[in-house]
């Protein structure tokens, strides 16, 4: 029984540990972000509904009691998904900003309201626990299942640019943690949705020994390089009225050379008067 326990605390451990990493895993779009002072080109729904997911699993581990792995991580969770939402509102434009604060209301106050008042007041503490439990089940299957639209791009296009192999470990050693963990606590709900994780993860990596190799198509310009440009020219706006000037100064002398070309014909003429003289 001591060993039991041993190894469900190593697992939920391990688990906590892991998914810490892949929560920070996002911070370097949001670092572009804050820099270019623009939300455009991400998306607010991923975070709004890992936010949502993580406030059910608290309550499902207070409901259950001697959760403490998951009350911690998915606390840890709750904040680290409020500051990407906040930090892509604050960033965002008007648009982008109703959309989150719309997504919020639908998932975070109206969806987890009425979850929690649906199962809070039944009186068999046994059917609500399973049915928190089922619900939660199926948001951690439905997260884990997203990464089929970025297989489904990265079989499309032969290519692994949108795939981060070392995402793609990191999700997988996780469900491997919290897989280990829902099963040493006989706990269908924790376990399920992490066999799923463990699938997609495996063939995320199988399909980047596939294509890592894959040569890419050059008719079309890499489309970072055209997102890079048109950012470039949005924050260096101010800075843009000095370059047309030079261009300007270069096609009145005559196109690029010609200025120099002049000056030479002059020194040219200048020497040979002081010969004759």
Known sequence: MALHLSWVSVFGD????????????????FYQIYKKKTSEGFQ?????????????????????????????INIFCCF???????????????????????LMLLFNVFGSGLIFFSTYFLHNPKTRLCILG??????????YAAPLAIV???????????????????????AVMWFFYGLLKKDINIAGPNILGFIFGILQMILYAIYKNHPKKMVVEDPKLQLSDQL???VSSDVNTTAPQTKDKEYKNGGGGGGDV???NIKKNTLDASQRV
């Open 152 to 174: 489904r791009k990265v079989i499309k296009t032969k290519s692994v640019e949108f795939m981060p192999f070392t995402l793609s470990v990191f999700l997988t050693i996780q």
């Open 262 to 264: 002049e000056a030479q």
């Open 232 to 234: 470039e020219s949005v």
């Open 44 to 72: 607010s729904l991923p975070y709004v509904i890992s936010l949502f997911s993580a406030m059910l699993w608290i309550y499902y581990a207070l409901l259950k009691k001697n959760e403490m792995h998951l009350i911690i």
């Open 80 to 102: 680290i998904q409020s500051f990407y939402i906040v930090t892509y509102v604050y960033y965002g434009r008007k648009k982008e900003k109703v959309e989150a604060v719309k």
């Open 134 to 143: 089922y619900i939660c089940l199926g948001f951690s299957a439905s997260t």
């Open 14 to 29: 391990l688990g906590v540990i892991v998914s810490f990493m892949v929560a920070f895993s996002p911070m370097p779009a």
